[in-house]
């Protein structure tokens, strides 16, 4: 598991601990917010900093920082804790979205991470989301669309510093850029 793994799987625990309190604010926050702030895309302290999103940002968020794929292209082992990729499930027409979904484990009988409209945060299957969603604003199977995040280029590396020491007791600083 990479930093950014630890730090979504931090932010996905905290969302599922606030859906259990009986907090009014934490019920204005919409789906959107909630996936956007696991995935890293605010940068806020906590949940409750997040501001809200709602389906016309979201679809402008989409356009401008998602990019469509088929799912084929999500790897069949793909995990958000060790994989520097964001792969979102959208329902409704990407331009004014119904629902957002993160892709969380796709080995996972539940690979899908979202706050539902009436059960609160948690994770579901495709077919459960398809149910929940399936007539709301007119949505089919064909309203089902998958996105990859075109991460910012400042969230995408980070630096290590390795030292080592040598057998006289100087020490060496190397540094390594590698992409997360």
Not at 88 to 110: E, K, N, Q, W, Y
Not at 151 to 157: F, N
């Amino acid at each position: 598991m990479n930093t950014e793994g630890i730090l979504v799987k931090e932010r996905i625990d905290e969302t599922t601990k606030m859906c259990e309190r009986e907090q009014p604010v934490y019920e204005q926050i919409s789906n959107f917010s909630i996936v956007l702030y696991i995935f890293g895309y605010f940068t806020c302290p906590d949940l409750l900093s997040v501001d809200d999103v709602d389906n016309v940002e979201a679809g402008a968020i989409l356009k401008e920082h998602f990019e469509e794929i088929k799912k084929e292209d999500i790897p069949s082992d793909y995990n958000i804790t060790s994989s520097p990729d964001r792969y979102l499930l959208v329902f409704g027409d990407p331009l004014f979205p119904t629902h957002f979904a993160a892709t969380t484990d796709m080995r996972s009988i539940r690979p899908f991470f979202s706050k539902l409209p009436f059960f609160g945060s948690g994770y579901d299957n495709l077919k459960e989301l398809k149910m929940e969603f399936s007539g709301i604003d007119g949505i089919t199977p064909d309203d089902i669309h998958w996105y990859k995040w075109k991460r910012p280029t400042e969230l995408k590396q980070k630096y290590a510093k390795i030292y080592t020491i040598r057998n006289d007791g100087d020490y060496e600083v190397m540094e390594y850029k590698y992409a997360n």
